[in-house]
């Protein structure tokens, strides 16, 4: 079994190999091993089911094969819930962290860290060629904090905070991260699906 990333982004694919490895059977495939080039599709969707589905569904079309993405977002209370499904375009340009940490640690000045709750949201689509499509959904609860800590992780880790664990994301070891956080929640739930695709199929 097949399948195409539709990310060019190295952490997302970390994460993802990490837990959904090349295991017999399974071969994940980046977007250079295959005919897809995901720098092309438009995010158009209003929620991050959309987004996903249509990165998926790209990907599947131009590769002929099973296609796995993402979209994430990151909802804050005291925002109404902003950035969220712009979490990655928050400050403007596409994927800068700096930039987009930078905005939201302005918009929340001032504002007590009582009231700075906030939840991560991933949802993960899986999607055939011949139509079939299977999407699942992980979330993480947190704060913001009012300055950056830690290096691991990526986007708006750094100002993740967990209060259970008092670290922020980015002070995790992947293994750690991916047991608890909302990608890794999703990766999970997909993990147990391509197995039960790939014993279906292999009994074909």
Not at 61 to 82: E, I, P
Not at 93 to 113: S, Y
Not at 132 to 156: D, H, N, P, W
Request: with cysteine; aromatic share 6%; charged share 30%.
């Amino acid at each position: 079994m097949k399948i195409v990333l539709a990310t060019a982004n190295r952490h997302k694919i970390e994460e993802i190999r990490s837990v959904i490895p090349a295991e017999a059977g399974i071969q994940i495939l980046e977007q250079l091993d295959s005919r897809f080039r995901g720098n092309d599709v438009a995010e158009t969707g209003t929620t991050l089911l959309e987004n996903a589905l249509q990165k998926a569904r790209a990907a599947a079309k131009a590769s002929g094969l099973w296609a796995l993405a993402d979209d994430t977002g990151l909802f804050v209370d005291a925002l109404d819930g902003k950035p969220g499904v712009f979490s990655a375009r928050y400050a403007g340009e596409e994927g800068n962290a700096v930039k987009n940490i930078e905005k939201l640690l302005q918009e929340l000045r001032g504002v007590p860290f009582e009231k700075r709750g906030a939840h991560f949201e991933t949802v993960m689509a899986l999607v055939h060629p011949d139509g079939r499509e299977v999407t699942v959904q992980g979330e993480l609860a947190g704060m913001i904090a009012e300055k950056c800590s830690g290096e691991k992780g990526f986007g708006y880790d750094p100002v993740f905070w967990l209060p259970k664990r008092g670290v922020t994301l980015a002070e995790l070891p992947l293994e750690e991260k991916n047991r608890i956080s909302h990608r890794g929640k999703a990766l999970l739930k997909m993990k147990k699906i391509i197995e039960e695709i790939l014993k279906i199929e292999n009994e074909k």
